[in-house]
Structure formats: structure tokens, C-alpha cells
């Protein structure tokens, strides 16, 4: 069986994956460079569409034995039967903006983005892909890479259970609703 780590861009799944890569000995299946590779990326001004049918067919045909799989377009392109675990990496919104912005996104992709993370987006659909039983949620907002990979490999050995992460009250009792929802 393999495990995944997923999350919003900019939470450390790249990191951490190639972290997690060299303790477990995984190979490393990343979603957006098979995406990228096989010209199923679909790029607009503000946003990368993917073509998740056929991403979803390279990513099952790819997956012959244990591996680790990172990528947040994973609930939307993995099959339950694949996966034995599915690591959901949070983080402040508050400080994935300067991320954001140090990335160059435009301001609707950084929108977009911490209304996915402060809504739990991600977390929502690994959980109804996957399974509560197979996904892990962590915040990764004060943790170091070590601290992280620490928590990520006892949740993978399932030594701890999955925390919790409420970052609508925050983004509430902040009263910056509006700054990242319409309504």
C-alpha cells in the first residue's frame, strides 16, 4: 500500500515528501509533474487546470507496488483501494499569504487558495475519498521540517491520531471573512 501527502500549495509537501522518501525508501510519485509530463496541464491566466480523468488513469497504471505519492490534486485522482494512508498537511492561511505572494500568485489564485485551506477543502475530500480511518490532518504552521516529518512517520505507524485544525474561527474572530470570500 502507499501513503500520500497532500495539502494546499505551500503547506511543505515537497519537502517533507522527499524527507518521508529517504527514511520509508518510497519512490516518490509527484501529481503535477505527471500531470505536467503527459500535457494535462491546462494553463489560463490565473489558474492550472488538469484533465483529472486521464491524470487518473497515468497515476493508477503507475502504482504497482508501495510508493509515496504527494500532490493536492490527490483525493481527486487516487482510488481508496491504493491508498493505506493519506497525510493532510495544514497551515495558517495567514502565513501561507506571504508564501503566496513570494510565489508571485495573482490575487485571485491567493484567494482561492486560503479560502481552500481556512474552509479545509482538501481535508473535506481526502475524507470523503478516502476514509476518516485513513486520513491524518496536521498543522504544520510552527513545526520545523524534522518536527514534521517526526509527526508525519507516527501518523503513518499510527501512533497518533489526526489533529485538529479550525481556521475559520481564527480567520472569524480576525473579522476577515470578507477578504477571503465573496459574499
Not at 52 to 58: D, F, H
Not at 94 to 106: A, F, T
Amino acid at each position: 500500500m502507499s501513503y500520500v501527502i497532500t495539502g494546499n500549495p505551500g503547506v511543505g509537501k515537497h519537502t517533507l515528501t522527499k524527507e518521508i522518501s529517504k527514511i520509508l525508501h518510497l519512490p516518490i510519485i509527484d501529481i503535477n509533474d505527471t500531470a505536467q509530463k503527459f500535457g494535462l496541464l491546462e494553463k489560463s491566466e490565473e489558474t492550472n487546470d488538469v484533465n483529472v480523468t486521464k491524470l487518473e488513469k497515468l497515476i493508477r497504471g503507475k502504482i504497482s507496488q508501495p510508493v509515496l505519492i504527494v500532490g493536492h490534486l490527490a483525493p481527486y485522482v487516487l482510488s481508496p483501494n491504493q491508498i493505506e494512508k493519506v497525510i493532510v498537511l495544514r497551515k495558517n492561511p495567514y502565513d501561507l499569504i506571504s508564501i503566496y505572494k513570494e510565489r508571485g500568485y495573482p490575487k485571485e489564485k491567493i484567494k482561492d487558495n486560503i479560502g481552500s485551506e481556512v474552509l479545509g477543502v482538501i481535508l473535506y475530500d481526502a475524507i470523503i475519498r478516502f476514509g476518516v480511518e485513513k486520513t491524518f490532518q496536521i498543522d504544520v504552521t510552527l513545526l520545523s521540517i524534522p518536527e514534521t516529518t517526526k509527526k508525519v512517520l507516527a501518523a503513518i505507524k499510527g501512533e497518533i491520531k489526526t489533529e485538529e485544525v479550525d481556521w475559520l474561527t481564527i480567520v472569524n474572530e480576525k473579522n476577515n471573512l470578507k477578504e477571503f470570500f465573496a459574499y
